[in-house]
């Protein structure tokens, strides 16, 4: 049986039998992993509240070769992101970024970069400070970080070179890899009509930090675009339906009343 000590964020949990729970985690060295908390149901519970959702934890397993689940032995706080847990606004938000992340990344593998991502993910919406835009950010380059980066400088089929000011309506296509000029885009099927400044927005976006990302300011327009050409791009990497990943896990943009 081996020892694994991570730090991970708690994306959520089950209840098992009378009095365990089934834990899913994002670790930081093996990705998404999944553990039985003996007796974390039972009021004097030495796990406390570390196994709430979202919780960012540093996390000891026993992993016992063959076994799916894992066997907690301890899991300590490092942030709680107790508010975050407090009001049906910040728990939909929250859990759109955790179940993306459940959806595309790969159970047993680490990816450092989402792990990150997911975590200032969270912080961002903690300080509240535009949620709606840290989500639309966190999409945009979690589907990069999940291998999958579509370009936007230039026409995926005749390879042309966009160019500032240009008012052609583009398109999107997921299976193209990115962007296709007005002409390339008229014959093919499956496409989302974009904006120029609506690719320049996601094309920015993906090269900045993720902090200074937040001074952008994209237009509802804008931001409907991206909510399309989101939908369709996880829909295409997952190979689930796009109904998957409409209003439960996209539909963040429009921030919800109250």
């Known amino acids: 049986m081996a020892l694994l000590s ?6 959520g949990g089950i209840r098992l039998g009378e009095a365990d729970r089934l834990i ?24 406390g509240a570390s196994l709430e959702p979202f919780t960012h934890c540093t996390l000891i397993v026993f992993e016992k070769p063959g076994d799916k689940l894992a066997r907690i ?63 639309m950010l966190f999409i945009n380059r979690l589907i990069m970080y999940s291998g999958y980066q579509p370009h936007w400088e230039s026409c995926q089929n005749c390879r042309q070179i966009f160019k500032s000011g240009n008012r052609q ?33 996601l094309s920015a976006s993906q090269k900045m930090d993720y902090a200074k990302a937040h001074r952008l300011r994209p237009s509802l327009d804008i931001q409907k675009q991206c909510e399309a050409i989101f939908k369709n791009t996880l829909a295409y990497i997952t190979g689930k339906s796009e109904q998957r990943f409409t209003r439960k896990t996209v539909s963040a943009f429009q921030t919800p009343s109250g």
């Not at 938000?93 to 991502?117: C, K, W, Y």
């Open 6 to 11: 991570t730090t991970a964020i708690v994306l």
């Open 24 to 47: 899913t985690f994002f670790t930081h060295h093996k990705g998404i992993l999944k553990g039985v908390a003996k007796g974390a149901r039972r009021m004097k519970s030495r796990f």
């Open 73 to 135: 032995n301890q899991c300590d706080i490092i942030r709680p992101f107790q508010p975050l847990r407090e009001d049906w606004n910040s728990i939909e938000r929250a859990s759109r970024m955790v179940d993306l992340v459940s959806q595309m990344a790969p159970e047993g593998e680490p990816n450092t970069d989402i792990f990150h991502l997911l975590l200032q993910g969270l912080e961002y919406l903690e300080e509240k400070k535009d949620p709606a835009l840290s989500i």
């Open 169 to 201: 309506t583009l398109y999107f296509s997921a299976s193209a890899g990115g962007a296709l000029c007005a002409h390339c885009g008229s014959s093919a099927v499956t496409l989302i009509p974009m904006s120029h400044g609506t690719r320049a927005f």
